[in-house]
């Protein structure tokens, strides 16, 4: 928590001087664009669990799933109008992850693999606003990398309408192309044992920093005698397709609903290559083998309510259902009350239950017949509760000063019934 504190405290600093410099000007006159506001986010995520797909979904020390996160991110947002008085935004962020994972370890099978990681984030958006017509018009692009094991690029497009009733249509198209770097469990890739090896000693395979592997040879004392690098990495793509529409409608002073698809296609490598699978009757590991192609269809539906002008009822439900089996529902409501004009707080419950992928089994309890097999409990059947409370600030005048306008503190429980458990706490600062 404090390394999280003094990253915010960090990054605020280095923003106020440049909000020093800004004018407040009128929003509707013709102007290029302008810094309109920044957006600050940092979080902590913590997580303890067993049964992890890197160890085949074994339990005990070997299947340590705990996982630790680090996310810090801000997003500076332009804002400008044209000849036409149609209303520019202009977006750029920058997120960077730091996390740990006891099962990334484990991608050497004697646990000594590098079990930390590092992801980068840059995102850049722009639309244009017709406020007379109701329509807007987007185009974005993204880039994530974690090094050494996954780049990816995504590029979206967007479209809205709204009409005269109070309701508003919006269209998404958007595609994500990964390059993942086949790094495999240690004891799967294979070495050149006859020149690494001698008569008496003993070879011990590791996962290097920089994701290869090397064949340490043992002499009987015990010292290092030969190191062997395997060859360099290969990469596999995996591409996903989303089209996303939804309908928002105010049905009256108090309510609002809104309904939510998507239609979204993945091709490619889908499994990850360092996670183990174990046959019945066997002590010896294979790599993950999914289909390579999945659709899903993700179907929500939101509803706002007004409850007085302190309360407000945010119910959601969502539908899911993919071509590997998978179904799920999930439900939540979050209730924002306002105890002051400028003071609020949001308590909030989701819960989440699905059906295993018919490509799932636990440990050791594939077949060798089975043409598609994982033991990764992300596609396991479980159900799951996450429940937490949120804290919003934002004062007229600022916190601290007026150009600090918003202050939003979050915390969140999870659990699993696979025996996952999870905390998470997140900090949000608005300046504009």
């Known amino acids: 928590m404090r390394r999280v504190c003094l990253t915010v405290i960090?990054?605020?600093?280095?923003?106020v001087h440049a909000f020093s410099q800004t004018k407040d000007t009128s929003a509707y006159?013709?102007?290029?664009?302008?810094l309109d506001e920044v957006n600050i986010v940092s979080s902590y995520y913590t997580q303890t669990a067993d049964k992890s797909a890197v160890s085949g979904g074994q339990t005990g020390a070997i299947g340590n799933g705990d996982v630790t996160d680090l996310?810090?991110?801000?997003e500076i947002k332009f804002v400008g109008w044209d000849g036409k008085g149609r209303k520019n935004n202009l977006t750029g962020g920058l997120g960077l992850d730091h996390h740990t994972a006891a099962s990334q370890g484990y991608v050497d099978l004697n646990g000594t693999a590098k079990k930390d990681g590092s992801r980068l984030y840059p995102t850049l958006d722009w639309s244009i606003e017709n406020t007379k017509k109701g329509t807007e018009f987007g185009?974005?692009?993204?880039?994530?990398?974690?090094?050494?094991?996954y780049h990816s690029i995504g590029l979206n497009t967007s479209w809205s309408k709204k009409n005269k009733h109070n309701g508003e249509f919006s269209a998404k198209l958007s595609g994500f192309f990964d390059n993942i770097r086949?790094?495999?469990?240690?004891?799967?890739?294979?070495?050149?044992?006859?020149?690494v090896t001698t008569p008496g000693d003993s070879t011990v395979y590791v996962t290097t920093a920089s994701g290869r592997t090397e064949a340490l040879t043992y002499s009987t004392s015990g010292t290092v005698t030969t190191v062997v690098a395997s060859a360099p990495i290969s990469s596999k793509t995996r591409d996903s397709y989303a089209a996303s529409f939804g309908w928002t409608q105010v049905i009256n002073t108090r309510m609002q609903m809104a309904f939510l698809m998507d239609l979204a296609y993945q091709n490619g490598y889908l499994?990850?290559?360092?996670?183990?699978?174990?046959?019945?009757?066997?002590?010896?590991?294979?790599?993950?083998?999914?289909?390579?192609n999945r659709f899903k269809l993700p179907l929500g539906v939101r509803l706002n309510y007004f409850l007085g002008d302190n309360v407000i009822l945010r119910a959601y439900y969502r539908f899911y259902v993919d071509s590997w089996g998978l179904t799920s529902h999930t439900a939540s409501l979050e209730v924002p009350v306002k105890i002051t004009p400028f003071f609020s707080v949001s308590p909030?419950?989701?819960y989440y239950v699905q059906t295993a992928a018919r490509y799932f089994a636990p440990y050791q309890q594939h077949t060798a017949e089975d043409t598609y097999y994982t033991s990764n409990?992300?596609?396991?059947?479980?159900?799951?509760?996450?429940f937490g409370v949120g804290v919003r600030i934002a004062p007229p005048k600022g916190i601290f000063f007026k150009g600090f306008n918003t202050l939003e503190i979050r915390y969140g429980h999870y659990a699993e019934t696979t025996d996952l458990t999870s905390d998470v706490v997140s900090v949000a600062l608005k300046f504009r």
């Open 10 to 15: 960090g990054m605020c600093l280095t923003i």
């Open 29 to 34: 006159k013709s102007r290029p664009l302008r």
């Open 71 to 74: 996310a810090n991110g801000i």
């Open 139 to 149: 185009i974005g692009a993204y880039y994530s990398a974690e090094h050494h094991y």
């Open 182 to 195: 086949m790094i495999y469990p240690a004891e799967l890739i294979p070495v050149d044992s006859a020149t």
């Open 271 to 292: 499994g990850l290559p360092f996670h183990r699978v174990y046959f019945k009757d066997s002590a010896t590991a294979v790599v993950e083998h999914l289909p390579s």
């Open 348 to 350: 909030f419950y989701r």
């Open 377 to 386: 409990y992300a596609l396991s059947a479980f159900s799951a509760n996450f």
